[in-house]
């Protein structure tokens, strides 16, 4: 029986296959934008053919199908989510206008203030009050409620959000507007603050809240369409569908919680390189067709932001961090008004794709540029199931030579280094910017275009060893195929280390504990398969912002003697992330979080162990390359005649059917037992 994970990226949908007693396999076909159940559809008859069977055998020969979805994120990108409309407090209209006060990017003078995430004409004003402590001031006006349904259907909304004042201590109000807009918007999903996202914070659970309600119509459809379409397609066995805190959901959870498949494809890579090494502090990339993404592990530890933004906008939720530039294999190559190289952050996509996909593209792309330096083997693309038109990447790269005024070895390998250059930034934002030598950690490198790039962006950075996975160019997807359920519940507690409400933690514990609980019930996983994580956000007394910290709690429950080790934990991350601490300053706990988490198996799918060190590496062909100033003559290895414990020193070119890597002088790799390349690089 098969298990398979897919995951849609901006030019090719991957798919990575287990089956039982068997090594995983990785299949690829083009998405199709517009239509992403075409493109899930396809890659699965790609994978039926590779093993003889038609895709209605296949599908019934599968148990289990995960999924990382980029529908909402796109939606959100391109601003093409559901019309919503925002009841809010009397009084606080403006809160999705004025945020958090603090301009972005204070110095760059060429930003407008951006227009409110739901316009003021759909966001509307209902009296009634409730206090910090939960105590009714005023009633909720049936009156406005009414009075607002009646206005937003005729503004034509498609969904409908709901933030009210300290509806997190007590959600009387926002549970009767629900049951008012069911009588006068029937039919119109309606999401409340208080049950997406109990923080106190106002303005980020009423974008949160805002954000989640114009995806809902986007994600339920799509989910619509793809379980029919697998259904029509003869499959019967369970979806799982990322989300964007590391872990899987059922579809109907996350059509309740759409904000949550954002980013979700992304956030499985880093979920991948916790299996792929023991390093404690890792930095995961991953360079696709349209974006380089970044994340990191620390402690081995995901690490999770409350700061996720998309654009000019926060998310107000937390997730894994991943930061994300336009630079990928089809991002494509332009010169500005001052005469200058820019890659990015426009790009080819799946269509029509690199000039050299002779698919009618046109524009000169990273990809592009790859195969003029002869880092790629147009022959060779996918393993020679897709051929890429040399003479069609040439003449792209051309219009970029003849406005800078190179050859066109030298403007693509331009396009090459400024690309590099690109990845780097997002390298330093998420390590150098947060206080990390990203010397001190170890790379591991996914996607199938980074393992192009990589090399030479380790000599930059000064990074002394990193991985280039088997599955690099399904990194996200392995990651998905050997990832748990995972859920998150939040609740909020205001307390100190100077007067900790012991009793009042622990009841809010197990509050989160048991309706994480009932999530793995409802997503079938089996009391054994269970396990719990446990955080808090804290801060300085007077601090305007939280910190996220770890902690563990064997007993089931906090002792008396749990706050030190809690308040130690928070100094420590307070250190690490702002590089100081004050150990005398008193710490307030705001926000308390239980992680969900069921095993799915996955531990059992992480791919078969190579045979031993064969004899020596077989030279299967060389290849002119330009590295800058000439062209070299590199030996070209097939990874897949390798063994464990093989070793190739650069200069060369390793080649799998998904990926070409570049090795560079200085530079030694070693296959490991599953199949692995470690590079270390010379000092």
Not at 503 to 509: F, I, Q, R
Not at 545 to 568: C, H, N, Q, R, Y
Not at 660 to 676: A, P, S, Y
């Amino acid at each position: 029986m098969f298990v398979a994970c897919i995951d849609i990226g901006g030019t090719f949908t991957d798919l990575v296959l287990h089956r039982e007693g068997a090594d995983l396999e990785i299949h690829k076909s083009p998405t199709t934008p517009g239509k992403f159940e075409r493109g899930f559809l396809d890659v699965l008859e790609v994978a039926a053919k590779s093993h003889g069977l038609t895709l209605a055998e296949f599908l019934a020969s599968t148990d289990m199908i995960v999924h990382g979805t980029t529908v909402s994120t796109n939606a959100l990108v391109e601003g093409k989510v559901a019309p919503t409309g925002l009841i809010c407090n009397a009084g606080h209209p403006d809160i999705l206008t004025l945020r958090e006060s603090p301009r972005k990017r204070a110095f760059n003078i060429k930003i407008d203030f951006p227009p409110p995430y739901i316009h003021r004409s759909r966001t509307c004003e209902v009296r009634g009050r409730i206090d910090s402590m939960g105590n009714e001031i005023e009633p909720i006006s049936d009156e406005d409620v009414r009075a607002a349904a009646k206005h937003l259907k005729a503004c034509g909304v498609e969904a409908v959000g709901v933030c009210l004042l300290w509806s997190i201590v007590n959600p009387s109000h926002e549970r009767r507007v629900r049951e008012i807009l069911a009588e006068e918007l029937p039919g119109i999903p309606v999401t409340l603050s208080h049950e997406l996202n109990p923080i106190p914070r106002e303005y980020r659970r009423t974008i949160s809240t805002a954000i989640n309600a114009s995806l809902y119509p986007i994600v339920s459809d799509y989910v619509g369409k793809l379980t029919e379409a697998l259904k029509g397609a003869g499959y019967g066995g369970e979806l799982l569908i990322a989300n964007c805190v590391g872990g899987m959901m059922p579809p109907e959870e996350i059509v309740a919680r759409p904000i949550y498949s954002v980013m979700s494809g992304p956030t499985l890579a880093p979920i991948a390189a916790i299996s792929l090494t023991t390093a404690p502090n890792v930095i995961v990339v991953d360079m696709g067709g349209t974006t380089f993404d970044v994340s990191a592990l620390r402690n081995r530890h995901l690490v999770v932001t409350p700061e996720a933004t998309f654009g000019m906008e926060m998310l107000g939720i937390p997730k894994i961090d991943v930061r994300s530039v336009g630079a990928g294999g089809g991002s494509i190559a332009w010169v500005d008004a001052g005469g200058l190289l820019r890659v990015g952050p426009h790009s080819a996509s799946a269509v029509p794709g690199p000039a050299c996909y002779g698919r009618g593209g046109t524009e000169p792309t990273v990809t592009d540029a790859n195969v003029v330096l002869g880092i790629i083997d147009p022959d060779y693309f996918l393993g020679g199931r897709i051929k890429l038109d040399r003479a069609r990447a040439e003449a792209a790269i051309g219009k970029i030579a003849k406005k800078l005024g190179l050859g066109l070895l030298e403007a693509a390998y331009a396009i090459y280094t400024t690309t590099n250059h690109n990845m780097i930034g997002a390298i330093e934002d998420i390590t150098v910017n947060e206080g990390i030598d990203p010397r001190d950690s170890y790379v591991v490198s996914g996607g199938g275009a980074t393992a192009c790039h990589i090399s030479d962006m380790a000599r930059i950075l000064g990074v002394k060893s990193f991985m280039i996975p088997r599955f690099a160019a399904g990194l996200s997807a392995y990651g998905g195929l050997i990832s748990d359920v995972r859920w998150e519940e939040t609740g909020t507690l205001n307390t100190t280390d100077k007067n900790f409400d012991l009793a009042g933690v622990n009841k809010l514990l197990a509050s989160l504990k048991k309706r994480g609980v009932a999530f793995l019930k409802r997503s079938g996983v089996a009391p054994a398969a269970q396990r719990f994580e446990f955080a808090f956000q804290g801060r300085y007394l007077y601090q305007s912002w939280d910190i996220e910290v770890p902690f563990d709690m064997p007993d089931g429950k906090l002792g008396k003697t749990s706050l030190p080790g809690l308040t130690a934990a928070f100094h420590d991350q307070h250190e690490r992330i702002y590089t100081i601490k004050d150990e005398a300053d008193t710490v307030e706990f705001t926000t308390w979080k239980v992680r969900a988490i069921g095993d799915t198996g996955g531990s059992l799918r992480q791919g078969a162990v190579l045979e031993g060190k064969r004899a020596k590496p077989h030279e299967k062909a060389r290849r002119k390359v330009y590295l800058g100033r000439q062209l070299r003559d590199l030996p070209v290895y097939d990874i897949d005649g390798l063994g464990a414990g093989s070793e190739i020193t650069g200069p060369a070119l390793l080649e799998m059917p998904t990926t070409t890597i570049l090795l560079v002088d200085g530079q030694h790799g070693q296959m490991d037992t599953k199949g692995n390349l470690l590079v270390e690089v010379g000092g």
